[in-house]
């Protein structure tokens, strides 16, 4: 079974610039978050999808942050424009629907995306 | 609000010994689930252990265990024998009735051979 694909690993950009952050979560998985650490912060949780509808984005900081799941499949992080605290490292982690707590709700991570604006 | 306190920001142990990471956590709800991740340097999150709320019994995964104290509010890691792949970030969350994680600042781990 592949895992949850983050890309890019690494983006470095300028301040205005825009990002796009890409998630593949596990086939199968309804359940898609995001989440990022920013200057070895604690990890804060962004928002959640649950297929293609916004369960909850109440962690998004601005609206510079722009996140959709075409389809309920894969889902994408716009910044724009990227400001220089918007620099850490950006996970995306997917789940099945099921028993809350279950087993099968335990989330699987990508390896992240670390964002760097100069 | 949820918050969760892990506060040592670095923590070294020789290589086969036995070393303990500390978490603190604050809730108001009756139910949750506590999680131990690890963030080694291919950054890769793993779930390392989890805890339900409910259970009396620390949970155990091989070589990893869990301290749990619910009255205390505890959370503490047990890694046994030490190896030199358990170096990584570690990190102690928990679940709010939202489905969303509340996560520590993270322990670094240093592995000494």
């Known amino acids: 079974e592949a895992g949850v694909t983050q890309f890019p690993s690494h983006s470095v950009i300028e301040k205005g610039q825009t990002v796009t952050l890409r998630c593949d979560p596990i086939?199968?998985?309804?359940?898609l978050y995001w989440y990022r650490r920013v200057m070895g912060k604690e990890i804060k949780f962004l928002l959640h999808?649950?297929?293609?509808?916004?369960?909850?984005e109440s962690g998004m900081p601005n609206n510079r942050f722009l996140a959709e799941r075409t389809g309920g499949t894969y889902s994408t992080l716009k910044v724009q424009p990227a400001e220089l605290e918007d620099s850490g490292v950006y996970f995306c982690?997917?789940?099945?629907?099921?028993?809350?707590?279950?087993?099968?709700?335990?989330?699987?991570f990508g390896a992240g995306s670390r964002l760097t604006v100069l | 609000a949820q918050t969760v306190t892990q506060s040592q920001p670095e923590m070294s142990v020789q290589e086969a010994e036995t070393v303990t990471l500390s978490c603190t956590y604050d809730?108001?709800?009756?139910?949750?689930?506590l999680f131990w991740y690890k963030q080694p340097p291919s950054r890769q999150m793993i779930l390392v252990i989890r805890?339900?709320?409910?259970k009396q019994q620390n949970a155990t995964e091989n070589r990893f265990s869990v301290n749990f104290q619910k009255a205390a509010k505890s959370f503490s890691l047990k890694i046994s024998d030490s190896q030199l792949g358990d170096a990584a970030m570690y990190f102690c969350?928990?679940?709010?009735?939202?489905?969303?994680?509340?996560w520590g600042a993270g322990t670094k781990l240093i592995i000494k051979p």
């Open positions: 809730t108001s709800e009756s139910d949750y689930y």
């Open positions: 969350a928990i679940m709010d009735s939202n489905y969303q994680l509340i």
């Open positions: 805890q339900e709320a409910y």
């Open positions: 086939s199968g998985h309804d359940n």
């Open positions: 982690a997917s789940s099945q629907m099921g028993v809350p707590f279950s087993g099968a709700n335990v989330l699987t």
């Open positions: 999808f649950v297929k293609e509808s916004k369960q909850d």
